[in-house]
């Protein structure tokens, strides 16, 4: 939700305090690897979990040309509900798996 947030102000301690909340999705790839890991059966653990992290790699680095791309066009906002929405659908993914 602290990417929603941050768009929609422009005081200088709040967007601290949201980029605060937010740096804790980054302790998540971390801990869905190793579910991951765990989870996947063994036959197909090693392609499973190399082509999750290919695709996961691919996001990542199309990202920030994405987010700039919009941002060149005027739309500066968008680009973090999109990461919101993004980050929730993996949350849910994961947790189904």
Same mark, same amino acid.
């Given at each position: !939700?602290? !990417?929603?947030? &941050?768009?929609?102000t422009d005081v200088p301690w709040s967007v601290v305090a949201i980029i605060v909340l937010s740096s804790a999705t980054l302790g998540f790839a971390t801990i869905t690897q190793s579910y991951l890991l765990v989870i996947l059966p063994n036959v197909t653990q090693g392609a499973g979990f190399g082509l999750l992290r290919t695709i996961s790699f691919g996001i990542g680095a199309a990202s920030p040309v994405m987010v700039g791309a &919009? /941002?060149?066009?005027?739309f500066f906002n #968008?680009?973090?509900f999109d &990461? /919101?929405?993004l980050s #929730? /659908? !993996?949350?849910?993914l994961v947790q189904r798996l």
């Open positions: !939700m602290s !990417m929603v947030c &941050l768009p929609l &919009l /941002a060149d066009q005027g #968008e680009p973090f &990461l /919101a929405v #929730e /659908a !993996m949350t849910i």
